[in-house]
């Protein structure tokens, strides 16, 4: 292209003002935008902890207690593809002690108030799934303990996995 095309095209664009002067030199800049498949799963709550005053002011039902957190799992989605979040919780509670182990299905979970509680467990099960955009999933967590239960701290790992279709 010559300077005198650019200076044409400047003074089209710009108004004859800005076309005045002669051109020296000119640039060109390439601008790429890379656009990944995106589809991340951060904990905006990234530990959960039961406390003894949680199990004193749980529901009390017979041999059990019951202690419920709403809200009490929080994460935030981003994406840019439809995506299935799936969890699982394949070792249960282990006494960090002793080892001693008591089963996942004593942690449930769900995403709505009023919606069923469900077990996590080691197999993968849905949690939900997501659209494009951003959302922030708040999971309502119920622990169910035993008076029986050996006293101690137990701990466990939920795993949550991020599952997009193929593309077409």
């Not at 108004?15 to 990944?36: E, K, N, S, W």
């Not at 003894?52 to 009390?60: A, P, Q, T, V």
């Not at 309502?140 to 137990?154: A, E, K, V």
Request: contains cysteine.
């Amino acid at each position: 292209m010559t300077a005198a095309c650019i200076l044409m095209a400047w003074a089209a664009v710009a108004g004859p003002a800005a076309a005045q002067g002669t051109v020296l030199a000119t640039v060109y800049v390439t601008v790429v935008a890379r656009i990944p498949d995106l589809a991340r799963l951060t904990a905006r709550t990234p530990e959960v902890v039961f406390t003894e005053e949680d199990i004193l002011e749980g529901e009390h039902l017979g041999d059990q207690i019951r202690i419920t957190r709403p809200g009490g799992l929080q994460l935030d989605f981003v994406g840019n593809r439809n995506a299935e979040i799936l969890v699982s919780n394949p070792q249960g509670l282990v006494q960090v002690e002793t080892g001693t182990v008591l089963p996942s299905e004593r942690l449930e979970w769900r995403l709505q108030p009023g919606s069923r509680w469900r077990p996590f467990g080691a197999h993968m099960v849905r949690l939900t799934t997501q659209g494009p955009g951003r959302s922030t999933l708040a999971l309502d967590l119920r622990l169910s303990l035993q008076y029986t239960d050996p006293m101690g701290t137990y701990e466990t790992t939920l795993v949550f996995t991020v599952l997009v279709p193929p593309e077409p």
